[in-house]
């Protein structure tokens, strides 16, 4: 493993000690390099809206921690300046998701991360872009 790819685990697991939103998901971080991330969940009954279908914010939810791990990863503090997520599938109980987080820019002051979210059929059922602004801070 790669130095840098060294730094960016150790960045996604000190951030995972204290999600407690993404460990109630059921997160599962599969795969982590620098600006890079790949996560995984399974969607539970609790999660369906009053449509028996997941609440949007899940899948959200889901791109964001993907999101956040990617754009973090280098142990620069960064946080979201804007995001936005086309749904183009349901998803139903049952179904796991993968969020993978690429990197499209790597800028001083900023990042841009292209985020797709795909059902265990490998179907598409979401898309999330964002970009992040970087702090200058470390994490560790």
């Given at each position: 493993m790669r130095e840098n790819d060294q730094l960016a685990n150790k960045v996604v697991e000190k951030m995972m000690q204290n999600d407690s939103f993404s460990k109630?998901?059921?997160?599962?971080?599969?795969?982590?390099?620098?600006?890079y991330?790949?996560?995984?969940?399974?969607?539970?009954?609790?999660?369906?809206?009053?449509?028996g279908i997941v609440h949007g914010g899940l899948a959200f939810s889901l791109a964001d921690s993907a999101f956040a791990f990617a754009?973090?990863?280098?142990?620069n503090i960064s946080v979201a300046l804007d995001v936005t997520i086309t749904f183009t599938k349901a998803v139903n109980v049952g179904d796991v998701l993968t969020a993978e987080a690429k990197e499209i820019h790597n800028g001083r002051s900023t990042g841009v991360y292209l985020i797709t979210i795909a059902n265990?059929?490998?179907?598409?059922?979401?898309?999330?872009k964002g970009t992040c602004f970087r702090t200058g801070k470390p994490l560790l």
């Open positions: 109630w998901m059921g997160l599962e971080v599969i795969d982590v390099k620098e600006g991330s790949k996560v995984r969940m399974t969607i539970r009954k609790e999660m369906l809206n009053g449509f754009c973090n990863n280098r142990n265990q059929k490998n179907e598409q059922v979401a898309f999330f």
